[in-house]
C-alpha cells in the first residue's frame, strides 16, 4: 500500500490549526479529493483494483490532515518502479505535485 | 519545452563516472534486461512551470533510487547521490540550476520468485532551475 499524506510541514501545519479558520478544513479536503481522483485517472490499470481503491482513498486523519492511498500491495512498486523492469509511474506524487501550487493558494484566499 | 534532455545528460554527468559505487550504470527509468547489481534509476516525477515571472522557471521533482544486493550497498550509494546533489549546483545545458534538494526518501525490499532480494533506498530530488 502507498499513501500520502494532504498536510502541510509540521510547523506550517502547527500555524495553520491554531489560526482555527473555518476554511481550511474544506481547502484540504477539496485539494484530497483532487489529488485522489489525479492518482486514479493516472494510475495503470490491469483488473483496475489500484485505480478503483486510489479513487476511493481519501480519508480524514482529522481536518488538517488527510491521507490517501490504494488497496494492494503492488500499488508502491507501481508508484516508485523496481529493479525488475517496471518503470516508476509517479501517479500519486505527480498528483500531489500537480496540485500544490492550487493548494497553497487556496490556503492563502482562505486566510484573507 | 520540456528540459528533460539537458536534465537527464547533467544528471548522468553528477552521478555516473566514478561518483559513486553504481559507476556507470545509471540509467533513466530502467535498466537493461539482467543487468547486474548495483545500479541507479531516475525518473520524473514532475515538471512544473512556475509562470510567476518574466524568466522560464522550471520547479522539477527527480526520484533517484539506487539499487543493490544488500540493504547497506543501497544506502551508502543513496548516501552518495545525496552528497553530490543536495544543496550542490548541476550544469544543465541552456539552463541556470540555482537549487537542488532532497525530499522525500524511501527505502524498498523486493523478493524475486526465486527468493532473491534486491534492496532499494531512494529519494526525491526538487530542482529549480531558470533561463
Same mark, same amino acid.
Given at each position: ?24 478544513? !474544506?481547502?484540504?479536503? @477539496? ?6 481522483? $489525479?492518482? =486514479?485517472?493516472?494510475?495503470? %490499470?490491469?483488473?483496475? +483494483? ?6 476511493? !482513498?481519501?480519508?480524514? @486523519? ?6 490517501? $492511498?490504494? =488497496?494492494?500491495?503492488?500499488? %508502491?512498486?507501481?508508484? +516508485? ?25 487556496? %490556503?492563502?484566499?482562505? +486566510?484573507? | ?131
Amino acid at each position: 500500500m502507498i499513501s500520502f499524506n494532504m498536510k502541510s510541514e509540521n510547523r506550517l501545519n502547527d500555524w495553520i490549526k491554531s489560526v482555527n479558520n473555518e476554511k481550511l478544513p !474544506g481547502v484540504v479536503k @477539496k485539494h484530497a479529493l483532487n489529488i485522489s481522483a $489525479s492518482a =486514479a485517472k493516472n494510475a495503470p %490499470v490491469d483488473t483496475g +483494483l489500484l485505480k478503483n481503491t486510489l479513487a476511493d !482513498g481519501a480519508k480524514p @486523519k482529522d481536518p488538517h490532515k488527510w491521507t490517501i $492511498s490504494d =488497496a494492494t500491495e503492488y500499488g %508502491v512498486f507501481q508508484e +516508485l518502479g523496481t529493479s525488475k523492469g517496471v518503470t516508476a509511474k509517479h501517479f500519486l506524487g505527480g498528483a500531489a505535485e500537480r496540485e500544490a501550487e492550487p493548494f497553497f493558494e487556496d %490556503v492563502r484566499k482562505a +486566510l484573507g | 519545452m520540456s528540459i528533460q534532455s539537458p536534465l537527464d545528460a547533467a544528471l548522468y554527468t553528477a552521478l555516473g563516472g566514478t561518483h559513486t559505487n553504481a559507476g556507470t550504470a545509471v540509467f533513466l527509468q530502467v535498466a537493461p534486461d539482467n543487468y547486474p547489481l548495483p545500479y541507479v534509476i531516475w525518473s520524473y516525477v514532475n515538471e512544473g512551470d512556475r509562470n510567476e515571472t518574466p524568466h522560464r522557471l522550471k520547479d522539477v521533482v527527480v526520484s533517484i533510487f539506487a539499487y543493490a544486493s544488500t540493504p547497506t550497498a543501497a544506502k551508502t550509494i543513496d548516501a552518495q547521490i545525496d552528497g553530490l546533489l543536495h544543496h550542490r549546483t548541476l550544469t544543465v545545458t541552456g539552463w541556470t540550476n540555482f537549487m537542488t534538494r532532497r525530499e522525500n526518501g524511501y527505502a524498498l525490499e523486493e523478493t524475486d520468485s526465486a527468493g532473491k532480494k534486491t534492496w532499494g533506498c531512494g529519494a526525491d530530488y526538487r530542482l529549480y532551475l531558470d533561463q
